[in-house]
């Protein structure tokens, strides 16, 4: 469970250090390669007037990119496990002309929601079961949807995240089969060496 918690912490440092600090408001201070990238990559869909859905599985990580969003004067909406009004968020999303983001948990929006107003698919950061991701991104590939969906997966080179993705990769069978989340079975599925290599540079 030690390095369980090891990889979370590793996890979020290659999201934004901010996340680490506890400082998701002042996140201008830090420095993130990742973060450059999905700036440049919400910038760039906005300006084409597409509609752009980010997940996260840190809800630290969507604070952050709402106190962006709310900086540069983009309306928003967003449901966390929190949330009670989920119905009219979706709703404001897929209708308001204006409100061009739609950030949620992995947790919150796997069922039960619909995103087609949304057309780009932003996951800021991999889930340790792939089958997860992809029931959040269908929930923008449903029924209504009337354009072609871009999806992308953000992972920061030469860091935890990358071997992580390898060995989801290579072990995607085991892995929806028995992670339903970040928990406990997890552990069980890495030999001592996919461990090794998860926290070796």
Same mark, same amino acid.
Request: aromatic fraction near 8%; glycine fraction near 6%; charge should be neutral.
């Given at each position: 469970?030690?390095?369980? $918690?090891? +990889? ?6 290659? %999201?934004?250090?901010?996340? &680490?600090?506890?400082?998701?408001? *002042?996140? @201008? ?15 760039? /869909?906005?300006?084409?007037?597409? @509609? ?6 840190? !809800? ?14 983009? %309306? ?15 709703? =404001?999303?897929?209708?308001?002309? @204006? ?6 948990? &992995? =947790?919150? /929006?796997?069922? *039960? ?5 949304? /057309? ?5 950061? =991999? ?12 929930? !923008? ?5 009337? =354009? *072609? !969906? ?9 860091? !935890?995240?990358? @071997?992580?993705? $390898? ?26 060496? %996919?461990?090794?290599? +998860?926290?070796?540079?």
């Amino acid at each position: 469970m030690h390095i369980f $918690a090891v +990889l979370n912490y590793l996890k979020q440092i290659c %999201d934004h250090p901010a996340l &680490l600090e506890g400082d998701t408001v *002042g996140y @201008k201070k830090y420095e993130s390669g990742k973060w450059d990238l999905f700036v440049e990559l919400l910038t760039e /869909s906005l300006g084409s007037g597409q @509609k752009v859905v980010v997940f996260s599985q840190y !809800v630290k990580m969507l604070a952050l990119i709402e106190a962006y969003l709310n900086d540069e004067g983009i %309306d928003f909406a967003t449901i966390k496990g929190h949330t009670r009004k989920r119905a009219e968020a979706v709703a =404001r999303f897929n209708t308001d002309p @204006k409100c061009m983001v739609f950030s949620a948990s &992995l =947790r919150a /929006s796997g069922l *039960g929601i619909d995103l087609t107003g949304g /057309s780009v698919v932003i996951h800021y950061d =991999r889930w340790w079961n792939s089958a997860r991701e992809e029931q959040a991104t269908d929930r !923008v590939h449903r029924i209504g949807q009337r =354009r *072609g !969906v871009q999806v992308f997966k953000l992972i920061t080179e030469n860091t !935890v995240e990358e @071997k992580i993705d $390898a060995i989801i990769s290579r072990k995607r069978q085991l892995m929806d089969s028995i992670v339903r989340e970040d928990d406990q079975a997890l552990l069980k599925s890495f030999s001592r060496e %996919d461990l090794i290599e +998860l926290i070796s540079f």
